[in-house]
Nanobody, 118 residues
Framework: VQLQASGGGLVQAGGSLRLSCAAS????????MGWYRQAPGKQRELVAV???????NYADSVKGRFTISRDNAKNTAYLQMNSLKPEDTAVYYC?????????????WGQGTQVTVSS
C-alpha cells in the first residue's frame, strides 16, 4: 500500500494550487485521508483531514482558503489551496489510514514542496 502525492510547485501570493494524493495497493477501504505540512525549522502540523462520510477538519490558519475533498472510487484526496500566503510555504505530506486485507495501516506519502513567493 502506498500514497502518491503530486501538485506542488511555486506560486505567487494570492495564487492557487491543487494537491492530489492517490492511494494504491491491496486496499479494502480508506478510513481517513489528510494533509500535513512541515516548514523549515518547524514541526509537522495538520492542515486538513477528511474521513468517511465526508466530515472535514482544518487548521485554523487555512480555514476559508483550503478545501479538502476525496474521490472514493479512485482512493484519491485533493487539497485545493486558494489565496496562498508566503507562510503556507512548506513540504506537504499526504497521510491516510487504510484498511487492507491483512491489517489497517497508517501510511505516509512522499512530500511535495509548496513555495509561495511574496
Amino acid at each position: 500500500v502506498q500514497l502518491q502525492a503530486s501538485g506542488g510547485g511555486l506560486v505567487q501570493a494570492g495564487g492557487s494550487l491543487r494537491l492530489s494524493c492517490a492511494a494504491s495497493g491491496s486496499i479494502v477501504s480508506v478510513a481517513k485521508m489528510g494533509w500535513y505540512r512541515q516548514a523549515p525549522g518547524k514541526q509537522r502540523e495538520l492542515v486538513a483531514v477528511i474521513i468517511d462520510g465526508g466530515i472535514t477538519n482544518y487548521a485554523d490558519s487555512v480555514k476559508g482558503r483550503f478545501t479538502i475533498s476525496r474521490d472514493n472510487a479512485k482512493n484519491t484526496a485533493y487539497l485545493q489551496m486558494n489565496s496562498l500566503k508566503p507562510e503556507d510555504t512548506a513540504v506537504y505530506y499526504c497521510n491516510a489510514f487504510i484498511v487492507t486485507r491483512t491489517s489497517p495501516r497508517d501510511v505516509w506519502g512522499q512530500g511535495t514542496q509548496v513555495t509561495v513567493s511574496s
